[in-house]
């Protein structure tokens, strides 16, 4: 159980604030700060800052580390009070239904067209080439193996004419 030192009526006052929120955290048997932490963690997907920077918390502040990459990629360290690390933190918090990346590594699409051709060179195996969209007759035939441009004579179908459209007066 997290425990509080906030009077009551404070406690109550913060709860129905934070109930106000577009977000929530289900307890999940969460019993520190640690644990609660890496709920958090694992509820985004893959946390914006890794556990391992997260240098010392407590109810007041957080310190953490940080990459700086306009400061030649130094690492800082910075405390920041709590509520603003988890109004930073929750930026990240996809949406229900919002995709994360999908692809990373060799099958990032940037890698895909800068390594590709050497993938393949290491597996041994030929490059595949373009996937063409089969026309509906060559689909019909692969999977139902009847082709529709041939009789139940087996003599092949061609088109001799085109019949003009009729129209009735019930049509219209």
């Not at 109810?59 to 920041?80: G, N, P, Q, S, W």
């Not at 692809?103 to 890698?111: N, T």
Request: hydrophobic share 35%; proline share 7%.
């Amino acid at each position: 159980m997290l425990r509080s030192n906030l009077g009551q009526k404070q406690l109550l006052k913060n709860i129905d604030y934070e109930r106000e929120c577009l977000w929530h955290i289900e307890e999940h048997g969460c019993t520190s700060r640690h644990d609660l932490l890496a709920y958090v963690a694992r509820y985004i997907g893959r946390p914006p800052i890794a556990n391992s920077r997260i240098l010392k918390f407590d109810a007041d502040h957080v310190r953490f580390l940080y990459r700086d990459k306009l400061d030649d990629d130094r690492i800082h360290e910075v405390t920041i009070p709590t509520w603003e690390f988890f109004d930073r933190l929750i930026t990240h918090i996809r949406e229900p239904y919002q995709h994360g990346v999908r692809y990373y590594g060799l099958l990032s699409p940037r890698a895909k067209c800068i390594r590709y051709r050497a993938f393949w060179r290491l597996l041994g195996q030929p490059e595949p080439g373009p996937v063409h969209p089969l026309c509906w007759a060559e689909g019909l035939h692969l999977s139902f193996g009847v082709s529709p441009r041939v009789d139940r004579w087996g003599n092949p179908m061609t088109c001799s004419r085109s019949l003009p459209a009729q129209f009735s007066s019930n049509t219209i």
